[in-house]
């Protein structure tokens, strides 16, 4: 189904009307009924929301007016149609002001503006844009007659706001640049601006990102707090857009700070959902839930539109975190609000986010009826792939209530409007209910051959016209070739018994390799199904065949509502289950408190001890002995939790306890069809070279990162240990000790390659990265989970590139390295697909031909990853210990404070030995390379 936006915010502010209607009310006007006294009493009533009081002044005042003076009636109907409209009695306010407007008189000076004006918002409310833009028009040339510049500019940006309502995009932008060159004169630099955020506004819904930035930073500048606040909110938005989230976190957290130091609770509240919606387009959905409930709690009762719209936030947070019975109830709230105030667009929206979640909770029939309301609303708005939304949701809710020719019919009707919209990612979607069709009839042939329709359409010519990146974001974001041969094979294992069984497991998997497809288990466990077939197939055979003596494989499958863990060694394979799934929400409070020193000691062993014992331990049960290492293929929720982190005998300090890695190797792969793929493939021809390419690269606060300090240090200890390695060139020396003296940028040796500073750019790195065994990154490393595809590697910007390492890119490199290490933040981490695994940097680069990577699972300390890096290098290349086992020891003796370099005991005992420090690097590859 199409990606579903989130609702509009309409938060509620007071009526804050300002009237051009020149005087002032004398001090201590004595008379009750004097016109100016009821004048100004009347709009204070209505600055402050009383409207009840303000209509009652303004009718008195209009029956009292004296007949000769200042047009008080006149004061009196423009203000009494202002309060119809707030009342949305906008049919009354317009006849009105008409009525004003045909009496001429006041209305041809400054009054006249407010009255065209506030006609125009009139005609907007009652859906009369074009209407709306002839009042809007008149305002601007009432204003050039009344020599009033800043009015004009006031009229252009109104002008642009009802052409872009029009949909004349181009002549919007015209009226909107018109108004930022006219304001740039204009002597108010709140005005200035205001004008600025709206134009702003504008090219952000145009996504027109690169172009809204400079007006929103200089908005973002305002002396007033409103535009101040909505300027920066905007320009959060934008740096997300443009791969800078770090840099819009920082600027939504400035606000947060900002914001609390004022009384205003409502501005508060505004803040912390603009800091809500960045924090989960960055991925931290908890932290974002933390904040939309925070919300809910102090929003008023009566605010039931701003409220729904928060609670479908939260329903999107709620999904990410898996918890589909809460992001049910967000959503079942919020669609209430949209049916009862007849909200159509937002109410298709909440329908197919709930009709959605309930087929994930095995709701069928209450999906079908959300499904069948979202078709009609489709039809109702004229919008086509609403409509074939609906029909995709019907179709799964069919399919799950065994309606099978009901589901292939919607299922064939949705991909028709989904292809002619050119909708390649939502026509994927409806092939794979196709092949639950073909799986409900028994019907192998077919669903193999849809499974290889699936895969013909990413060899489409329009396809094949995407860039590298955008062809691998398709198939980041869809894992629909892995998702419905795993449909396929678990439809026939389940049917089928011994040589069948075997031979469609090894078949599927090896087209499931093509993709990098996790192993059958995750759809064999998804649906209920016993995996005794796969237990005793070639599958198990061929994974214990490739396993090391002393190794078992261990992979971790989430089922509805408990956590197997399939178990490979020379024994056998078994099915462990771990019992209920709860134990996925310990292991990220676990991850939470060791990714940040700051947490007691106590309390981190005591957490780790125990997840030990529910992880590994029935784990090792199953073993015929004790295993020397284990490779580790995790379930979602357990992608980027580091097992060596965990505690197998507690101690009063770090130093003293005995953590996993004391005990065995970990080797992690992201399913046994990678392990298997990596462990098996043969090595790298010894000819050739065997050098390092080396990236350190200049970086800046403006973009978000700041220099890494820790990479200077970094490079010129490898470069030490290299130089040992490699015989260096005439005059190699004297070069390499520039550029550790920051006199060179690069160093190019016939073994050796660095690149740092303004020479470690995308360009460079994309002429040498596929000739050298050996690739090591000392740099920033950026993780987008809501968009993957804008995940990467901070290199240095340069006129031709970003200066982001995108997946996509780093897929196109053509690399042939032995062991790619990143030594950057979070480069493991990313977006997990059901059926694909993470969406990671890492990932990027063993599907991209490294055949090993060290990455890391959460930030690393820039002042000990130096240490740990060198300590690495001295196990593999002077001792020539396998990888796994270079970085186990490099990693405890970071641990205890004995690695190469300064000593790394703190002062204070209780953060001696952090995991914050040691546990973030991982290796995933084959075991001993």
């Known amino acids: 189904m199409s990606p579903v936006r989130r609702p509009r915010r309409r938060w509620l502010r007071p009526a804050l009307v300002a009237l051009l209607l020149g005087g002032a009310a004398a001090a201590g006007v004595a008379e009750a009924d004097d016109p100016e006294a009821l004048l100004q009493r009347g709009r204070r009533a209505l600055i402050e929301g009383r409207l009840d009081d303000a209509e009652e ?74 209407a709306a833009l002839e009042q809007v028009e008149a305002y601007g040339a009432l204003a050039a007659r009344l020599d009033r510049p800043d009015d004009e500019v006031r009229a252009f940006a109104r002008a642009a706001g009802v052409l872009e309502s029009l949909g004349r995009y181009e002549e919007a932008r015209a009226a909107y640049r018109r108004a930022v060159t006219g304001a740039a004169s204009v002597e108010s630099a709140a005005y200035r601006a205001s004008i600025q955020a709206q134009a702003g506004g504008f090219l952000v819904r145009r996504a027109r990102y690169e172009e809204a930035e400079p007006l929103l930073r200089a908005a973002a500048e305002s002396p007033e707090w409103r535009v101040r606040s909505n300027a920066a909110a905007s320009l959060g938005r934008v740096l997300v857009q443009l791969g800078r989230p770090h840099e819009a976190l920082r600027i939504v957290r400035r606000l947060e700070r900002e914001a609390a130091e004022r009384t205003d609770d409502q501005v508060d509240l505004q803040v912390r959902e603009w800091t809500a919606n960045v924090l989960s387009r960055v991925g931290a959905f908890d932290e974002a839930a933390d904040r939309y409930r925070t919300i809910l709690e102090r929003l008023p009762a009566d605010a039931r539109v701003e409220r729904a719209g928060v609670r479908m936030n939260l329903g999107l947070v709620d999904e990410a975190l898996d918890r589909p019975e809460e992001a049910r109830d967000a959503y079942a709230r919020a669609l209430a609000v949209f049916e009862a105030r007849a909200d159509r667009e937002d109410e298709a929206a909440a329908r197919v986010n709930l009709g959605r979640v309930l087929c994930a909770l095995g709701d069928a029939e209450g999906a079908l009826v959300q499904f069948e309301r979202v078709v009609a609303l489709g039809d109702e708005l004229e919008t086509p792939r609403l409509v074939a939304s609906g029909l995709e949701g019907k179709a799964e809710a069919a399919l799950a209530l065994g309606r099978v020719d009901d589901a292939e ?182 991850l939470a408190a060791i990714s940040h020193v700051g947490r007691p000691v106590a309390e981190i062993v005591g957490a780790g001890a125990d997840l030990h014992r529910r992880l590994i331990l029935p784990v090792l049960a199953r073993l015929d002995e004790p295993p020397e290492g284990l490779v580790v293929v995790p379930s979602a929720a357990l992608s980027v939790f580091p097992f060596e982190a965990l505690v197998v005998e507690p101690g009063r300090s770090f130093l003293d306890t005995t953590f996993l890695i004391d005990r065995l190797r970990v080797v992690y792969a992201p399913s046994t069809s990678v392990f298997l793929r990596m462990q098996t493939a043969a090595p790298r021809a010894e000819s050739g070279p065997r050098s390092l390419v080396f990236a350190a690269p200049t970086t800046s606060v403006d973009r978000g990162w700041d220099r890494l300090h820790g990479a200077d240090v970094e490079m010129a200890r490898l470069c030490d240990r290299l130089r040992d390695e490699f015989e260096p060139p005439e005059g190699g020396d004297r070069r390499l000790r520039e550029l550790r003296l920051g006199r060179a940028d690069e160093v190019t040796w016939p073994e050796l390659v660095v690149r740092t500073r303004a020479a470690a750019t995308e360009e460079a790195l994309a002429e040498v990265a596929g000739a050298y065994r050996l690739v090591h990154f000392a740099v920033h490393g950026h993780v987008d989970l809501a968009d993957p595809r804008r995940s990467g590697l901070v290199l240095t910007r340069t006129d031709r590139s970003d200066g982001v390492l995108t997946l996509g890119e780093i897929e196109g490199l053509g690399l042939d390295a032995e062991l790619v290490v990143l030594s950057a933040c979070a480069t493991a981490v990313g977006r997990v697909r059901r059926g694909e695994g993470v969406q990671s940097i890492l990932d990027a680069f063993v599907r991209g031909g490294a055949r090993a990577v060290v990455g890391t699972l959460f930030m690393i300390d820039d002042v000990r990853a130096p240490d740990l890096m060198a300590t690495f290098y001295d196990h593999l290349l002077v001792e020539r210990r396998p990888v796994e086992e270079a970085l186990r020891r490099a990693r405890i003796a970071v641990r205890r404070g004995a690695a190469r370099g300064r000593p790394l005991v703190d002062p204070t005992r209780d953060v001696s030995g952090h995991p914050a420090w040691w546990a973030p690097f991982v290796y995933v590859g084959p075991v001993g390379g």
């Open 57 to 130: 002044t303004f009718r008195r005042l209009r029956e009292g007016a004296p007949a000769d003076g200042p047009p008080y009636a006149v004061f009196a109907d423009v203000h009494l149609a202002i309060v119809a409209r707030q009342r949305g009695r906008t049919s009354e306010a317009e006849g009105m002001l008409r009525r004003v407007l045909e009496g001429g008189g006041p209305v041809a000076g400054p009054l006249g503006l407010v009255v065209h004006d506030e006609l125009a918002k009139v005609l907007l409310d009652r859906g009369l844009a074009a």
């Open 409 to 590: 019919r919607l299922s064939r009707e949705a991909r028709a409007i989904f292809r002619e919209s050119d909708a390649i990612e939502d026509e994927l979607e409806t092939l794979r209910t196709q092949v639950g069709v073909a799986i409900a009839r028994d019907d192998d042939a077919t669903a193999a051959a849809i499974v290889a329709e699936a895969e013909a359409i990413l060899e489409r010519d329009d396809v094949r016209r995407l860039s590298a990146e955008e062809a691998s974001g398709l198939r980041s974001r869809f894992a629909v070739w892995s998702e419905l041969t795993q449909d396929t094979i678990a439809c026939a294992v389940a049917r089928a018994d011994g040589d069948r069984a075997a031979t469609v497991v090894r078949d599927g998997l090896a087209r499931a390799a093509r993709w990098k497809g996790r192993s059958l288990l995750e759809g064999l466990v998804g649906r209920r199904l016993e995996p005794d077939e796969v237990a005793g197939s070639d599958h198990a055979s061929r994974v214990a065949a490739a396993l090391p003596a002393g190794f078992a494989l261990v992979e971790y499958v989430a089922g509805r509502s408990s956590l197997f863990a399939y178990v490979v060694s020379s024994g056998g394979a078994a099915l462990v289950d771990l019992g209920a799934r709860t134990v996925e929400e310990d292991v990220r409070s676990y």
